[in-house]
């Protein structure tokens, strides 16, 4: 296990209550609805569940990085909501996805965290390790060839100098490649590595909750020495959904509000 996880993980407070899981919900300015979607849930459904700690767990954005078009078009509502949130409702923290992660380069003022990698949380009594989930496709090289080599300051710092125009053509056809890479894929190459993940809980790990894949599961993990349970949280931009935690409990529920 990454020595780094354990030292953050060990450094981090016990949390309790309701705790709430989104992800891949995918705003821009194309699907206004969904944002007005997102605020209700933010503003109206999370106080009305009880939520005492909100994560989104990567790819709120469809597409993020800094420009003065994008901020214009929805990125600034966007982030404006968010800080409201954190400030008015509830604590927050946001995992980065592989469209939202140049959110880590950007010099934003928000009331929550925001974290390139993956992150280590105490609920209850469960040691949860939380990301997007792109990262745990171990065996799938040139996908993180890509992204580690396009995931640094300077390659970012040389992005955003760029003009509008020229950061929509890049962005465009990284995302059409990411597409057709995706279509030709084998299946498991899109599936989570098991082996590392089950090592994971060896290691300490008893929940892992992802996004990224969509597809709202649940699986057993079983390590050498210990079980775990692997969550992968349904894509919000088709409902309003999520995964929920009571510690009180220990019960996890899916839910969807437009059920």
């Known amino acids: 296990m990454n020595p780094k996880f354990l030292s953050q993980r060990m450094n981090e407070e016990p949390s309790s209550g309701t705790i709430v899981f989104a992800s891949d919900i995918h705003l821009d300015h194309h699907v206004s609805e969904r944002i007005e979607c997102f605020e209700r849930f933010l503003f109206e459904a999370l106080p009305s569940m ?55 380069f950007d010099h934003l003022e928000t009331s929550f965290p925001i974290h390139l990698k993956g992150i280590w949380r105490t609920f209850g009594q469960r040691q949860f390790f939380l990301c997007h989930g792109d ?49 030709r894929k084998a299946f498991w190459k ?23 894949k969509h597809d709202r599961t649940y699986r057993r993990l079983e390590g050498k020495s210990r079980i775990g349970k692997h969550f992968v949280l349904p894509r919000w931009f088709d409902h309003a959904c999520g995964l929920k935690y009571d510690t009180d409990t220990d019960r996890f529920q899916f839910f969807d509000l437009w059920e």
């Open 50 to 104: 009880g939520c005492d700690k909100l994560f989104l767990i990567g790819d709120i954005f469809n597409i993020w990085y800094r420009d003065s078009k994008l901020a214009e078009e929805y990125g600034t509502r966007i982030i404006e909501m968010l800080n409201r949130y954190g400030r008015e409702i509830g604590p927050l923290e946001y995992v980065v996805g592989n469209r939202d992660f140049a959110l880590c």
């Open 135 to 183: 990262n745990l496709l171990k065996k799938d090289y040139g996908y993180h060839l890509l992204h580690g080599s396009i995931r640094q300051p300077f390659p970012m710092r040389t992005f955003h100098s760029l003009s509008t125009e020229w950061k929509e053509r890049i962005v465009n056809m990284l995302i059409n490649l990411t597409h057709e890479v995706k279509r």
């Open 190 to 212: 899109t599936e989570p590595y098991w082996p590392y993940v089950e090592g994971l809980v060896d290691g300490g790990m008893d929940v892992c909750v992802q996004g990224h």
